[in-house]
């Protein structure tokens, strides 16, 4: 039997990592955890207010989204990061070697849209440039993949899955 991945959905603000999230936990059997739910409220009042969260601000935070992913290590489970640079995925793969990444990515202008039509978050678009201006692709020694956002979540979430099952079995590693 195959081990269940520990899945980190990945993006910029505005991707989808929150609807794709647990779309594709669902899919996998797995827990979910909303990364937002990690974070202190200063961060949310931080950014609620337009001010871009320093690296700082954001050690703790993925110190805690780190935690609950090593305690899924061999169970499987997907949580919501926007784990936008390579530093801050290193510091969640210290915490728990095992995780991989799904790195939604998109069109600037479909994101942004997306955004200006999502109620009751506290990411405004006007950080969007930052988010972009901060992200650091995945590199080809990270383990994970890059799905568009294009089209329906269930389509997003089918991509994923489908990406998710080409990668080498994390119990083999």
Same mark, same amino acid.
């Given at each position: 039997m195959r081990t269940p991945h520990v899945v980190v959905v990945m993006g910029v603000a505005g991707t989808g990592k929150t609807t794709i999230g647990p779309l594709l936990a669902a899919r996998l059997g797995v827990p979910y955890a909303e990364? &937002?739910?990690?974070?202190?409220?200063?961060? @949310?009042?931080?950014? /609620?207010? $337009?001010?871009?969260?320093?690296?700082? &601000?954001?050690?703790?935070?993925?110190?805690? @989204?780190?935690?609950? /992913?090593? $305690?899924?290590?061999?169970?499987?489970?997907?949580?919501?990061?926007s784990a936008l640079k390579r530093s801050y995925r290193d510091r969640l793969r210290a915490a728990a070697p095992g995780i991989v990444f799904v790195h939604l990515a998109g069109d600037r202008s479909l994101i942004e849209d997306r955004m200006t039509h999502r109620q009751g978050h506290f990411m405004p678009t006007a950080l969007l440039d930052s988010q972009f201006a901060t992200l650091e692709p995945l590199q080809a020694d990270e383990a994970g993949v890059v799905v568009e956002v294009s089209g329906s979540?269930?389509?997003?979430?089918?991509?994923?899955?489908?990406?998710?099952?080409e990668l080498p079995d994390p119990a083999a590693r």
């Open positions: 990364g &937002d739910d990690f974070h202190p409220e200063a961060n @949310i009042a931080k950014m /609620a207010a $337009g001010t871009p969260l320093e690296d700082a &601000d954001r050690w703790p935070w993925l110190d805690a @989204i780190g935690a609950w /992913a090593h $305690g899924r290590a061999g169970l499987g489970g997907v949580v919501s990061c979540p269930e389509a997003i979430s089918e991509r994923a899955v489908t990406a998710l099952d």
